[in-house]
């Protein structure tokens, strides 16, 4: 089995596949807040179990991928010791190319490694397809994948709950929106809805922004704030949710793994 990390700004997700496996089909998956992730060792540890015990052999291989910096890796490999696994670590990197994705940025080792790996991710689940993939998370990333698999570049600008916070604690007389009610369009009647329909308005504007540029056949939008963003697109950008593409590109990296040879062990 393997087990593939995604160690992201809030949370760290995580999942448990079969050797033989395809990207996105898993045997266990988990994620937790940064302040639980001394639950992990458990978690694993109940998860390597059973699985084994099902006749998928231990876990042989672990790959993640870190934003979270170094005490979170520190943590990562105290939990998977502890969860009796001798594995090491793979932590992945962004280099010149792998898994079929070439990495145009100016410095390859430069690109966030979560970007990489969402990169990857998409160009597997839509191969010679011009790609725009956005991960919707603490920060949204909007990047390019060309259909024969160069990853041209992208876009960086708050996620949906930072600009949130941003507004509520920058502008004195605008409070902070609820989370979970239902979703405004348009031209809201009261401030609460008028702030969140300006966020959305926002998110998806760059969204269809980075199809246009890219004349996108394919937009796949993950991230935890991917559900409320996704019905602010207009229907000139046709997309589809795509759970944990992070992950997904973790997997698709072990599957065709073509990396060369390069270092895999620097820092994200």
Known sequence: MMLLIDAGNTRIKWALAADAS???????????????????ADAWRAA???HAAQG????????AANVAGAAVRE?????LAAAGNAEAIEWFASIPERAGVKNGYRNPGQLGCDRFAAAIGAHALAPGRAIIVANCGTATTIDAVTADGVFLGGMILPGLGLMATSL???TAQLPQIAQGGPLPSGFADNTDDAILSGLLAAQAGAIEHA???HQAEDCLISGGA?????????ARVP?????????IGLHAAVVHPDHGGADLDRPC
Request: glycine share 6%; hydrophobic share 45%.
């Open 22 to 40: 395809k990207p996105g089909q898993w045997l266990d998956y988990g994620a937790v807040m940064h302040a639980d992730a001394a639950q992990l």
């Open 48 to 50: 390597f179990t059973t």
């Open 56 to 63: 998928h052999g231990a876990v042989t291989r672990v790959l």
């Open 75 to 79: 943590q990562l490999e105290r939990m």
């Open 168 to 170: 509520a604690r920058n």
């Open 211 to 213: 199809c246009m540029l």
């Open 226 to 234: 991917a559900q409320y963003i996704s019905p602010a697109l207009t």
């Open 239 to 247: 997309h589809q949710l795509v759970d944990n593409i992070v992950l």
